[in-house]
């Protein structure tokens, strides 16, 4: 800062600085009821309190060439600093401290200015230090993100953007499937919130790429520049759910630099976790400066794999078929967070073989997999019993891993679409295993299901009717009972890790 003034002796320095308390003091005495004076703070009000926060500076606020003595505030407090810059040739403590034409200069030319900006109200705006706090202040007196002048501390007002997480993909898309959220609620929970296949250099994708989460950022502030902050270097972000080359989004020190939102308002990132380990990560959206996390997503690795298998002509759909029990199950537990694949039984041939199979090897061998639960209705319930064989037959050439769960709903072998076998070989090396069944009539062709040694309910599993609910159960309906599907459902989700 240069300093270009005549007279700059201590007398005139006295003259200048009694001529602005003087200017100061009428002005103070003579302002509007109802403003705050020169000398006051201002005050603050937040969300569901009545305190008063403290001044500091914003993220990212201007230099106020106002106050020469830098505490926060215009006031009579600045009168002295500023005579000394502009007689005594003090130095200034900011750098443009009593410069207020911007002249590079501090002179007699700042003088009036310097007067009518003590004179003149601070303009007041919302103050967000959280998501959750705001306060009415100045936008030096700031500490966290200023909305600008004339916002208000409203509900809400500081959440101004958010991210939202998909549940895995399935080769190019979602099917067999909706497109669903991670809902609010489940978002930083470990268990529960968005699970992320590991894709490690040189994972086997048959379908396709389709390791990634689909991540979606909207902003109701498009003037305030956002970044994602990473507390794990496995997670990857791009542009593309493909990976094409030049899409991905670079950090430095774990932070993006400012994401380019289309309008202003949403993006769609993929995410990607390229380690291969099992781990933990969060994702923390923050305006451009890290003033505070507007929103928090805790990804963990899929350490299960869950293989539904419908019945005979049980063909998945979106949206799923009310009257396929297994869908319903297998749509319910997807939502809960884990990582399931439905499929036709026709997909599993009798030797247990097919791309059912060899989904489970490479989530094995690829994603490092541990836990498998396999469950089915009708010739689903035998394909169950052919993919559990096969699976301990090939454990030594797939990797480590055990089948923790395994269920059938009225089981029928499935060496052909025409065999009509009961199904009561439990599924060989299972943890634990749930049956259900009816007896067949002519009504159903006396297709049914049968006891299967050591099942739950013990000992053999569950004849439904012989419970009020399921008398008079058919081998088309047994699948569809609530007490059946809620069974699978709430037994699975305890013994397996998502």
Same mark, same amino acid.
């Given at each position: 800062m240069n300093f270009n003034i005549l007279g700059g002796s201590p007398r005139f320095a006295a003259v200048v600085a009694g001529i602005l308390w003087v200017s100061a003091a009428v002005a103070h005495d003579?302002? $509007?009821?109802? !403003?705050? /004076?020169?000398?006051?703070?201002? /005050?603050?009000? +937040?969300?569901?309190?009545?305190?008063?926060?403290?001044?500091?500076?914003? =993220?990212?606020a201007p230099c106020d060439a106002c106050d020469t003595n830098c505490n926060g505030f215009r006031d009579t407090l600045d009168i002295e600093p500023?005579?000394?810059?502009?007689?005594?040739? +003090?130095?200034?403590?900011?750098?443009?401290?009593? &410069?207020?034409?911007?002249?590079?200069? $501090?002179?007699?030319?700042?003088?009036?200015?310097?007067?009518?900006?003590?004179?003149?109200?601070?303009?007041?705006? %919302?103050?967000?230090? &959280? %998501?959750?706090?705001?306060?009415?202040?100045?936008?030096?007196?700031? $500490?966290?993100?200023?909305?600008?002048?004339?916002?208000?501390?409203?509900?809400?007002?500081?959440?101004?953007?958010?991210?939202?997480a998909y549940r895995?993909? /399935?080769?190019?898309?979602? *099917?067999?499937?909706?497109k669903t959220a991670v809902t609010e609620a489940d978002e930083e929970i470990a268990s529960t919130g968005p699970g992320i296949r590991i894709n490690a250099p040189g994972d086997s994708d048959p379908s396709g790429e389709? &390791?990634?989460?689909?991540? *979606?950022?909207?902003?109701?502030? @498009?003037?305030?520049?956002?970044? #994602?902050?990473?507390?794990?270097g496995a997670l990857r972000l791009w542009t593309t759910r493909t990976k094409l080359p030049g899409t991905e989004v670079a950090f430095t020190n774990d932070t993006t630099d400012a994401l380019v939102l289309t309008g202003g308002t949403s993006l769609t990132l993929w995410v990607e976790w390229a380690a291969a380990v099992h781990?933990?990560?969060?994702?923390?959206?923050?305006?451009?400066?890290?003033?505070?996390?507007?929103?928090?997503?805790?990804?963990?690795?899929?350490?299960?794999?869950?293989?539904?298998?419908?019945?005979?002509?049980?063909?998945?759909? =979106?949206? !799923?078929? @009310?009257?396929?029990?297994? +869908?319903? =199950?297998?749509?319910a537990l997807y939502g809960r967070g884990y990582d399931v694949h439905l499929y036709d039984e026709d997909n599993v041939s009798p030797n247990g073989s097919g791309i059912v199979l060899n989904e489970v090897v490479t989530a $094995?061998?690829?994603r490092l997999v541990?836990? !498998?639960?396999?469950?089915?209705?009708?010739?689903?319930?035998?394909?169950?019993?052919?993919?559990?064989?096969? #699976?301990?037959?090939?454990?030594?050439?797939?990797?480590l891993f055990e089948i923790e769960v395994t269920s059938y709903v009225d089981g029928v072998e499935n060496d052909s679409d025409f065999d009509v076998s009961q199904e009561r070989r439990r599924p060989p090396s299972t943890a634990y295993h749930a049956n259900h069944y009816q007896v067949g009539t002519l009504s159903d062709f006396f297709l049914d299901g049968g006891p299967v040694p050591s099942s739950d309910p013990p000992p053999s599993g569950l004849n439904v009717e012989t419970t009020p609910w399921g008398a008079g159960a058919t081998h088309f309906l047994v699948d569809d009972y609530v007490q059946v599907r809620s069974f699978i459902e709430s037994n699975l989700a305890t013994r397996l890790t998502p």
């Open positions: 003579s302002q $509007v009821p109802g !403003v705050n /004076h020169i000398d006051e703070p201002p /005050h603050t009000t +937040a969300i569901g309190d009545d305190g008063v926060s403290a001044p500091a500076s914003s =993220v990212g500023f005579v000394d810059t502009l007689v005594l040739e +003090a130095s200034a403590c900011s750098p443009c401290g009593g &410069d207020l034409d911007a002249s590079g200069f $501090v002179d007699g030319r700042d003088i009036q200015p310097f007067i009518d900006c003590l004179l003149a109200p601070q303009p007041i705006g %919302a103050c967000c230090s &959280d %998501a959750q706090t705001c306060a009415l202040t100045t936008e030096q007196n700031c $500490v966290g993100v200023w909305l600008g002048e004339g916002s208000a501390c409203q509900s809400g007002e500081c959440a101004f953007a958010g991210l939202t895995p993909q /399935h080769g190019t898309g979602y *099917f067999p499937f909706a389709d &390791d990634l989460i689909e991540l *979606f950022i909207e902003n109701d502030r @498009p003037e305030i520049s956002l970044v #994602l902050r990473r507390t794990n781990g933990a990560g969060d994702l923390r959206l923050e305006p451009l400066g890290g003033a505070y996390s507007l929103d928090t997503l805790r990804f963990h690795t899929f350490q299960s794999i869950v293989m539904a298998l419908g019945g005979e002509d049980q063909v998945p759909s =979106v949206p !799923v078929d @009310p009257n396929n029990g297994t +869908a319903v =199950v297998a749509t $094995v061998g690829s541990d836990e !498998v639960s396999i469950f089915g209705y009708s010739h689903g319930g035998g394909s169950t019993y052919d993919l559990a064989e096969r #699976l301990d037959n090939d454990r030594p050439g797939i990797g």
